[in-house]
T-cell receptor, first 114, second 116 residues
Framework: NAGVTQTPKFQVLKTGQSMTLQCAQDMNHEYMSWYRQDPGMGLRLIHYSVGAGITDQGEVPNGYNVSRSTTEDFPLRLLSAAPSQTSVYFC?????????????FGPGTRLTVL | AQSVTQLGSHVSVSEGALVLLRCNYSSSVPPYLFWYVQYPNQGLQLLLKYTSAATLVKGINGFEAEFKKSETSFHLTKPSAHMSDAAEYFCAVSMNYGGSQGNLIFGKGTKLSVKP
């Protein structure tokens, strides 16, 4: 099993550009989520999905879109990048919505917006 | 509302010394708590989790944590630090009420340095 994979590892964008961060998992997990990590802020939840076709907003959803057409993939779209979106982005998955389910993280995408 | 607070953004210990990383939680319902570790330039990895089965939880790499309801704490300890323990550690609580989907709320993290 590859677990949770993310591409690209690094990306530099100019303000106003759009891009999609890719996330895939091969564990047949129903739940997937996106976090951003900023220095001194911990991880903050952007969007999550409890299954194909079902998504919802987390703590910091503004400026990001998601969709979930398959169980395996959960891309994160930045429609018009802003410098405030410079961050490290982590995708995560877990088997279900059980309160004690272990969450597995991808290696992250480091995004810089100039 | 649920939250976790990690005391100390940086902790430095000598190799072989006790590691103590502090986490306090706030929750109106019995919480489920997690400790994750992040090595440099990597994703997060589960160290251990409290699921109410036992108050003393043992995890990987010799770490353990004790749930203390009276102190609303879930501190992480390791008797003897190793150089390879240098990393950032995150405490998290699972949102465990109807409709929350078990989303995790993370603390701000504690960076552990280990001196030779």
């Amino acid at each position: 099993n590859a677990g949770v994979t993310q591409t690209p590892k690094f990306q530099v964008l100019k303000t106003g550009q759009s891009m999609t961060l890719q996330c895939a998992q091969d564990m047949n997990h129903e739940y997937m989520s996106w976090y951003r990590q900023d220095p001194g802020m911990g991880l903050r939840l952007i969007h999550y999905s409890v299954g194909a076709g079902i998504t919802d907003q987390g703590e910091v959803p503004n400026g990001y879109n998601v969709s979930r057409s398959t169980t395996e993939d959960f891309p994160l779209r930045l429609l018009s990048a802003a410098p405030s979106q410079t961050s490290v982005y982590f995708c995560a998955s877990r088997a279900g919505t059980g309160y004690t389910d272990t969450q597995y993280f991808g290696p992250g995408t480091r995004l810089t917006v100039l | 509302a649920q939250s976790v607070t990690q005391l100390g953004s940086h902790v430095s210990v000598s190799e072989g010394a006790l590691v103590l990383l502090r986490c306090n939680y706030s929750s109106s319902v019995p919480p489920y708590l997690f400790w994750y570790v992040q090595y440099p330039n990597q994703g997060l990895q589960l160290l251990l989790k409290y699921t109410s089965a036992a108050t003393l939880v043992k995890g990987i790499n010799g770490f353990e944590a004790e749930f203390k309801k009276s102190e609303t704490s879930f501190h992480l300890t390791k008797p003897s630090a190793h150089m390879s323990d240098a990393a950032e550690y995150f405490c998290a609580v699972s949102m465990n009420y109807g409709g929350s989907q078990g989303n995790l709320i993370f603390g701000k993290g504690t960076k552990l340095s280990v001196k030779p």
